[in-house]
T-cell receptor
Framework: AQSVTQLDSQVPVFEEAPVELRCNYS??????LFWYVQYPNQGLQLLLK??????LVKGINGFEAEFNKSQTSFHLRKPSVHISDTAEYFC????????????FGSGTRLSIRP | DTGVSQNPRHKITKRGQNVTFRCDPI?????LYWYRQTLGQGPEFLTY????????KSRLLSDRFSAERPKGSFSTLEIQRTEQGDSAMYLC???????????FGPGTRLTVL
């Protein structure tokens, strides 16, 4: 079984400041890793994913994440945030062997202050 | 708009009533997924279809829940004898195949009074 822990339920930051959203996962099997963003009243949108290869993954909107196998972490970062980044961010995993099920964390609400 | 669509966007019902939601996936996506998202939580997997076949169901999907995808295109999720605990956002997603990205719809928000 897999589980995902997002350590911060809310992260307030000032505009143009850097941000890191933390994610740790637990799994007895190899997994793919994802970050999704959910803007108010919209569906989930894939930000980035780690399947294999380079542990530093770049996604849309200037976000990037680094896979750390030894620490079972997949933290999301952005060097300079904008008001438009205000949203809920979900870390998620899917087992290699699973054809379907994505396991999501409980989410981190990113609020940007001007 | 060629994304995943869901109807209705909002549904308010009284406890004990039956409700049905519809999901229209992206055209030619053969996989369709249902998730439930309660307040303050991430989405939880409910079930998925490959074409018209329902291949996996979560233990969250009680006997009061049933999902169909009769022609391998749109899908419906029915909840019978709704309970207040069923209040949640119900999300639908589709993908081209198992290794492709799941694209999510905007969800149907259910409120059971």
């Amino acid at each position: 079984a897999q589980s995902v822990t997002q350590l911060d339920s809310q992260v307030p930051v000032f505009e143009e400041a850097p941000v890191e959203l933390r994610c740790n996962y637990s799994s007895s099997v190899s997994v793919y890793l994802f970050w999704y963003v959910q803007y108010p009243n919209q569906g989930l949108q894939l930000l980035l994913k780690y399947l294999s290869g380079s542990t530093l993954v770049k996604g849309i909107n200037g976000f990037e994440a680094e896979f750390n196998k030894s620490q079972t972490s997949f933290h999301l970062r952005k060097p300079s945030v904008h008001i438009s980044d205000t949203a809920e961010y979900f870390c998620a995993v899917r087992a290699y062997s699973s054809a379907s099920k994505i396991i999501f964390g409980s989410g981190t609400r990113l609020s940007i202050r001007p | 708009d060629t994304g995943v669509s869901q109807n209705p966007r909002h549904k308010i019902t009284k406890r004990g009533q039956n409700v049905t939601f519809r999901c229209d996936p992206i055209s030619e996506h053969n996989r369709l997924y249902w998730y439930r998202q309660t307040l303050g939580q991430g989405p939880e997997f409910l079930t998925y279809f490959q074409n018209e076949a329902q291949l996996e169901k979560s233990r969250l999907l009680s006997d009061r829940f049933s999902a169909e995808r009769p022609k391998g295109s749109f899908s419906t999720l029915e909840i019978q004898r709704t309970e207040q605990g069923d209040s949640a956002m119900y999300l639908c997603a589709s993908s081209l195949n198992e290794n492709n990205e799941q694209f999510f719809g905007p969800g149907t928000r259910l409120t059971v009074l």
